[in-house]
């Protein structure tokens, strides 16, 4: 079926700024709250937020198979897994009847009246329960860097690292939509030299780590794989991730186990989910991998995606300052790789489930995704517009984070994730 919602020509009856992150081309999913206080499912193009509910109860999807509540629900789990199918011909819809040719919609005004609002009149919500949420390890220059902080530089990524996407079980429930503000967390820190007893209190290293994540459907049954050629059926799109860190908890407890309470206490998402098919125009080459992976983790054609990735920290009261600039590109095991091996024990896939990519690193030190490398693990503190420099994140501070692609036809972005840090609730 061809992805007509992606023609880049097309143009809209809705204004939209030329630097805008959701042309018509984009059309991504999520859940709003109206001023009526109506939960529902949503689109976005421009500044205007479009009710897929009240379009399919108006009659709008008529020739598409969907049940009459599909979008009339608090979450996209249910839509999600409908499949490829129905999400590219509930988008190519979307497409056709806000193009600017079609006046089926923008020339009937009480219908208009009842679908389009105003971007700052509604309020974003999670857009999916995710039942299950992985976090992966999977960027080539991050591992290296943080190998190298807390090891041998020469030997920075551990044996298995290139043969093996790397990841663990994250806390869902701590999964916050852009603009939830994150408490700073307790627990416990290292002893101090010359003392046995861990230190408790408030983190003193909180950081930000600049991630992507993506979105399944339902996709396997216990005990199968979804083999490699297969993955992307199953995922439904991306969404624009900060995993937060508490840096001296996580070093305490991460042996043996892995992280637990340096990780669960706030993960942030951007709220709309920009689908698979939309970013279709922006593949590129995959990173070189060495040694070859085993042949179920080997992937033909292009499975990478130039997304350009910007991260910005703003004290409170002042102007932002930009910290990093990366690019999805850089990851060095893809989504596809990541959710083949997910799946290649039989565990199953769920609809709604997330996976978060790790953090994304790129060769340039002002690439990197988080303050343990830009500060270098506080040996090299970075400096702000208003003259105060940052090894780790304060209370107050915003953290910001943006992502688009880009070509000379089309701009499609993911807005704004951002969460401002509150000191410890006691």
Known sequence: ????????????????????DFPIQNIPFGVFITKDDIITIGTRIGDFAIDLGALHQLGYFSEIPLTDDIFLQDSLNDFIAD???TWRLVRNRIAELFDMTNGELRDHTSHRTDVVFGIDTI???LPVTVGDYTDFYASKEHATNVGSLFRDPKNALMPNWLHVPIGYHGRSSSIIPSGTPVRRPMGQSRPLE???TPGFGPSKLVDFELEMAFITTAANNLGERIPIEETEEHIFGLVLFNDWSARDIQAWEYQPLGPFLGKSFASTISPWIVTLDALEPFRVDNPRQEPTPLPYLQVEGKKSYDIHLQVGIQPENEKETIVANSNFKYMYWTMAQQLAHHTVNGCNVRSGDMMGSGTISGPTKDSYGSMLEL????????????GTTRKFINDGDTVIMRAHCENKDVRIGFGDCTGKVLPTLV
């Open 1 to 20: 079926m061809n992805i007509t919602a992606n023609n880049p020509t097309r143009k809209t009856w809705l204004e939209v700024s030329k630097d805008s």
């Open 83 to 85: 499949g490829r199918k």
């Open 375 to 386: 500060s270098w693990r506080g040996q090299n503190p970075v400096p702000l517009n208003d």
């Open 194 to 196: 010359g003392t046995n």
């Open 123 to 125: 309020e974003m919500q």
